[in-house]
């Protein structure tokens, strides 16, 4: 029988960390704070006095200059795993991660690795405002030769990390700041998840909701709402957005004929728009109503919770828009 504890998904991610330093000297931690301070999350926590500083590195403030020697490291031979401190500033460290991690093992024919993680929280509702609560996974993701890995779970955290450290690709992985602190079930014995492979995280039967990080959870509690109505929700969660499990999609919407599709980052030019344009193209004889996207208004993220509430999309959205494909559904009938 397996071992579970619950730890919350900061410790899920430092124990991937943890688990691969020890097994590969060559893996090293790189940004600003992360040393001695222990990262501004705690994630980092204790690796600096384990692993020395040559292994955990503090950095000067410099996006691009972390990014940079993180490209350098890794085409050498080292595995480094650097924290960019909110996804907001990977637009300063994205000449280096755009322009040069995902292009090298292309441009050399396969002669070069690019084994890098580049480590960065993400998304609002922290009031932290417009600098430092966006959310950037379709760039990420627009980008060939990268991959992005955005877990919601603490053992979807752990065995992803300790993928994304081993694989020999750049991979942006993104952690949302409201996840660190949720807690949940992790196996006490070494667990790699692979890349590009979804998990559904509640099974239904009338329609499919995709989600991914923190708005899964939005996600599971519509889902929990509608269930008292009478209609049965099938939340699928993604992992990873690049590569994407669209496999795993079309087999739930081929069951439930219905799709909507949740995240925190702008509806406009969102992921979802891919998801739900793949949806359409590889299965539109079964759908039963059109796909609906939910995603944050076209704003920059307000400081003041009320309208921070108000710009990001609540579970209440959630159930309307359930409501709505089903409603059509009905109404066709």
Sequence with gaps: MKKIREIIFAQAVRTGLLEEMRRDEHVIVMGEDVGVYGSVYGVTKGLLREFGPERVRDTPISESAIAGMAVGAALVGLRPVVEIMYCDFLTQASDA???????????????????????????????????????????????????????????????????????????????????????????????????????????????????????????????????????SVEVVDPRTLQPLDMDLILESVAKTGRLVVVHEAVTFGGFGAEIAAQVCERAFEQLKAPPVRIGAKFAPIPFAEPMESYVMPQVDDIVAAVKRVVGEKDEAA
């Design 97 to 231: 991660i755009v322009n040069n991690a995902a292009k090298w093992r292309y441009m050399s024919g396969g002669q070069f690795k690019l084994p890098l993680v580049v480590r960065t929280p993400a998304g609002g509702a922290t009031g932290y405002a417009a600098q430092h609560s966006q959310s950037l996974e379709a760039w990420m993701a627009h980008i060939p030769g990268l991959k992005v890995i955005m877990p919601s779970a603490p053992a979807d955290a752990r065995g992803l990390i300790k993928s994304a450290i081993r694989d020999d690709n750049p991979v942006v992985f993104i952690e949302h700041k409201t996840l660190y602190l949720r807690k949940g079930p992790v196996p006490a014995e070494e667990t790699l998840v692979p890349i590009g492979k979804g998990d559904i995280k509640r099974e239904g039967a009338d329609v499919t909701v995709v989600s991914w990080s923190e708005k899964l959870y939005y996600c599971l509690e519509a889902a929990e709402r509608l269930a008292d109505e009478g209609i």
